[in-house]
Structure formats: structure tokens, C-alpha cells
Nanobody, 123 residues
Framework: QVQLVQSGGGLVQDGGSLRLSCAAS??????MGWFRRAPGKEREFVAA????????YYADSVKGRFTISRDNAKNTVYLQMNSLKPEDTAVYYC??????????????????WGQGTQVTVST
């Protein structure tokens, strides 16, 4: 059984930091990504990483503030979020895919999803 189990998240003040984790079990993925859904909005891409090359992709809105990384031994992907803003408030989801490339910035290639975790940034 393939599972993506997320941890981290919570409530933080404007300008603060949080780290999200996503541990995969049951299989390995070629790439993993993070998406988020704010209230009343569509799910949007945040960041992705290609497991073998460590190539990363970021949404313009988080570039320079968020960092995606992975621990191969733990089969875990992380999202370090710094300089958080109220507009970063959303439910964050990790996802895994056998694909790679620019399509990673869309939801289409991803076959497996984590349960979601709430991130709230207060003013």
C-alpha cells in the first residue's frame, strides 16, 4: 500500500518559519511536489523536486522563501517555509509521481497525494 504521510504545519506569525515533511512508503517516486489550496481558491503548485537530479521547481510566489529538499534514505520530502506571509495560509499537500520535467508544476502527473496539512499565517 502506497502512502504519503505529512507532518508539520500549524499556526505561525507573519514573517515566521515552518517545515513540512512528507514520508512516502510502499514505493519510491521519480519526483515529488508540494501544492496548496487556500479557501475559495484552486489547488496551486508550490514546489517540486526530481529525486535523482535534485532539480527543483518553484512557484514565483514562493521563490526565495521556500525550499524543497529530500532525504533519500528516509524517502521523505521537505518544504522549508521562511518569511511566511498571510497569503501563504492554505492546506498544503505533498504528491508523488513517476514523471519528471516541467509538467511537475501541474497536478496532472501526480498519482499519489498526502492527507493535507493546515498552515495558517497570522498578521
Amino acid at each position: 500500500q502506497v502512502q504519503l504521510v505529512q507532518s508539520g504545519g500549524g499556526l505561525v506569525q507573519d514573517g515566521g518559519s515552518l517545515r513540512l515533511s512528507c514520508a512516502a512508503s510502499g514505493r519510491t517516486f521519480s519526483s515529488m511536489g508540494w501544492f496548496r489550496r487556500a479557501p475559495g481558491k484552486e489547488r496551486e503548485f508550490v514546489a517540486a523536486i526530481v529525486w535523482s537530479t535534485l532539480r527543483t521547481y518553484y512557484a514565483d510566489s514562493v521563490k526565495g522563501r521556500f525550499t524543497i529538499s529530500r532525504d533519500n534514505a528516509k524517502n521523505t520530502v521537505y518544504l522549508q517555509m521562511n518569511s511566511l506571509k498571510p497569503e501563504d495560509t492554505a492546506v498544503y499537500y505533498c504528491a508523488g509521481t513517476a514523471g519528471s520535467g516541467v509538467a511537475l508544476t501541474t497536478t496532472g502527473p501526480y498519482n499519489y497525494w498526502g492527507q493535507g496539512t493546515q498552515v495558517t499565517v497570522s498578521t
